[in-house]
């Protein structure tokens, strides 16, 4: 059973960046569609940015210029770099990697980033 791992969540004060990492527990097939999720206390889960393999991300208006999804080389960690963080944009993080091909769909269990001065 594949699980992905996110890390690199924190305390950051507002106009600080972070820069959260998610990588499987064993190797899976690169070419998937990787994307972030954030859940806040009281609200629903909503959709950060999309990176599908090889091609041009997509965001969330609230993170565009803000926000950056990419992976690394070995194709085997998806990163997500987040800027000019707000206290709006505190909530739990969450890794999703989708292999549509093999109908495989793999969740994190989150990692937690607090904007707060």
């Known amino acids: 059973q594949v699980h992905l791992v996110e890390s690199g969540g924190g305390l950051v004060q507002p106009g600080g960046s972070l820069r959260l990492s998610c990588a499987p527990s064993r190797s899976i097939f690169s070419v998937n569609i990787a994307s972030w999720y954030r859940q806040a206390p009281g609200k629903e889960r909503e959709l950060v940015g999309t990176?599908?393999?090889?091609?041009?991300?997509t965001y969330a208006d609230f993170a565009k210029d803000r926000f950056t999804i990419s992976r690394n080389k070995a194709l085997d960690t998806v990163f997500l770099q987040m800027n000019d963080l707000r206290s709006e944009d505190t909530a739990r993080y969450y890794c999703?990697?989708?292999?549509?091909?093999?109908?495989?769909?793999?969740w994190g269990e989150g990692t937690l980033v607090t904007v707060s001065s």
């Open positions: 999703n990697i989708r292999i549509p091909s093999r109908g495989l769909d793999y």
């Open positions: 990176a599908p393999f090889r091609e041009t991300a």
